[in-house]
């Protein structure tokens, strides 16, 4: 281990390696939000020209007031703001519609962080059960939508549905989603941390109130960071300022917004964020390529016997849940290394990121690989699969 | 102005100015903290390691959970958290303490973002008055909390005052605003926002339930960065694991933490404090040391005619505010430059940071400023005043 200072060793497993960590891949920096983040690493760096009115987003040198109206653009909505993680896009969605007692409709493949910001806000995750191909329609969000309406006597006050799940890579039906939250007159999230950033997206298209973005999931920023995007109808409501007056003082502090708390993400993750942007912007358009690479990666793996799929097929995203109980396990059942044993082929072949030890189900991501990095990958399971006897076809 | 990327300048002010801004000083980042971002940038670098339980504090590689257990001890707590940011402290401690209409004590000079926190709880801030000093007592926190109690017919349900306040940098009782927390029950959160990180700190020696520091403000750390640290008995409470059930999937995530939002500060923000910690460690033994350096420029500046400070003397804290009224201002009023040329001059002395325009009212910090660096700035002070005419004793 190369120790940096003190017990830091050095990470350079971008640098080194083949990452196929299924979190990591989109959240990998750019040259240029490098470059930011030595540049703008220091505290307070953003805060050098602060003037009137006093808001981050409201900067123009450097130039974050222009990013914030381009990044509404790019994500096809009125307003954006950036937050410290989707997660905390979420919380002040949540926090500004949800009152004690209250539903949220969520995916049954809603991440965690879904659930937690509606348990902050006191109210209750409605899960919208799968369809057979483990997908979310807009059908089935209608039927809980009637089911819970009936149960709890009111209607849910937000609906929250991810793009794409964190455990298959599977698209859900947004578009669907989003015809079913207008008919019921019920806002809608759509969680959009692994898409945003990566494929063209468009809100206003889809029919969304609010898109979610991750910084550090999809947008090739450093942790933590991400996007809370929305109309101008609910930028009134979310990003509403401050109209709280100390009562000796009689101060008030209006242009702040009270779910940002004031200002959001300072600093060189927000830096970071602008300077990877232009590079953002170009790799959506080729989106169509990174999912020829899952699709011809996924193709070579399954020739090896017993390998499977969980996710959908053909692959519409990078993410993807594979099963190798019948083929990788199989081994791992008598190697004295078990389930380490493919950690060790994968790292003597330079790649990481699976994780390590397991052979059953495990989620790999081959976003940003270049073609020859692909096909290398699918080689190395075939070599892997042969060297322990198991037939490739 | 020199590009890096497109539009967004590089930004070399602590390398190449002496720079007195009020917030950033404490803020800048150590030679360690900067090979820490260089090394942790890429998105969600701090989980190559992570395993059960899953969560960001109990990762050993790099060694967080061992950073997590030093962090805490060194504020004198039993437990901390790492959040993005000292206002999603507060954030965590209101929203768990603060229904609809509760009050919460704060100070006539408490920070917007205490503010917004309670706002966001539907709460309601009570301001305590400043004594004659323009400091926060526990006497006039006890009276305060008698007021409210006689007003609403009940107990505020949090006291949130500032150790050191962010417009005079003036010390408050935080002493005795614990014993009154005590007496009358009411937990008591310390704002260290601009003492935790730069000076010894002991919330158990305080009597503080709840303690928040800054990252980005007094931890050498980018933004955003914080921590908010707390006894066992509240640690139960603010760190409460969520206990939200799927009511389909009947999926639980039980080891996240519902206000920290699962994994909090996840990345080079984080890497970096830990970077830094050392030499917090080794920083706060030497406090003395730039509070002498505060009193000697202060009393260098105010030998110019007509300066004033207005925050106490002597000064307890490098964060302190001025007036110039009586001296730079009357230049500024004929000056063709207008306030700007005070800027002008401080910049060709290699001099940042004040706020550029502004000849009456403002604040610096010499937080961190060598000696040699100090009475230069003193000196560059005197040097502009006998430039304009003013006398200089």
Chains 1, 2 share one sequence.
Not at 280 to 300: A, G, L, P, S, T
Request: charged share 25%; proline share 4%.
């Amino acid at each position: 281990m190369n120790q940096m200072i003190e017990d830091i060793e050095v990470r350079a497993r971008e640098e080194l390696f083949i990452n196929i960590n299924p979190i990591q891949a989109a959240g990998r920096l750019t040259p240029e939000a490098m470059k930011a983040v030595i540049a703008y690493g220091d505290g307070y760096s953003t805060c050098d020209w602060c003037g009137k009115p006093f808001r981050l987003d409201k900067i123009s040198r450097p130039p974050i007031s222009k990013f914030h109206i381009e990044l509404a653009k790019f994500v096809g909505m009125d307003q954006a703001r950036v937050v410290p993680g989707a997660r905390r896009g979420f919380q002040a969605v949540v926090s500004t519609l949800v009152e004690k007692g209250d539903s949220v409709i969520v995916s049954s493949l809603a991440h965690y962080t879904e659930f937690l910001t509606v348990e902050d806000a006191r109210g209750i995750v409605k899960e919208v059960p799968l369809n057979r191909e483990n997908i979310i329609t807009g059908e089935n969000t209608a039927q809980k939508i009637e089911k819970v309406t009936r149960d709890t006597g009111k209607l849910p006050k937000l609906i929250i549905i991810d793009h794409f799940d964190y455990l298959l890579g599977n698209e859900h039906d947004i578009h669907g989603v989003a015809r079913v939250a207008r008919d019921y007159g019920i806002p809608f999230l759509a969680n959009c941390a692994y898409s945003m950033g990566v494929m063209p997206l468009n809100g206003k298209e889809i029919g969304a109130d609010f898109l979610v973005g991750s910084g550090h999931k999809s947008f090739a920023s450093p942790a933590p960071s991400g996007v809370v995007a929305t109309t101008n109808e609910w930028a009134e409501k979310v990003f509403r300022t401050t109209q709280m007056v100390g009562d000796v003082t009689k101060r008030k502090f209006g242009v702040k917004e009270v779910e940002m708390m004031g200002c959001t993400l300072m600093g060189a993750n927000l830096i970071a964020m602008m300077a990877s942007f232009p590079k953002i912007r170009e790799r959506v358009k080729h989106w169509d390529d990174e999912v020829k690479k899952i699709n011809y990666f996924i193709n070579e793996f399954n020739k090896i016997e017993g390998n499977k799929v969980i996710s959908e097929m053909p692959r519409k995203h990078t993410l993807t849940k594979v099963d190798t109980s019948g083929s990788f396990d199989k081994i791992a059942r008598t190697h004295k290394r078990r389930g380490f044993f493919l950690s060790d082929e994968l790292k003597k072949r330079r790649i990481v990121g699976e994780f390590a030890g397991a052979t059953r189900q495990w989620k790999l991501n081959t976003y940003g690989l270049t073609w020859d990095q692909t096909k290398y990958l699918a080689q190395a399971f075939q070599e892997i699969a042969k060297k322990y006897g198991i037939k490739v076809a």
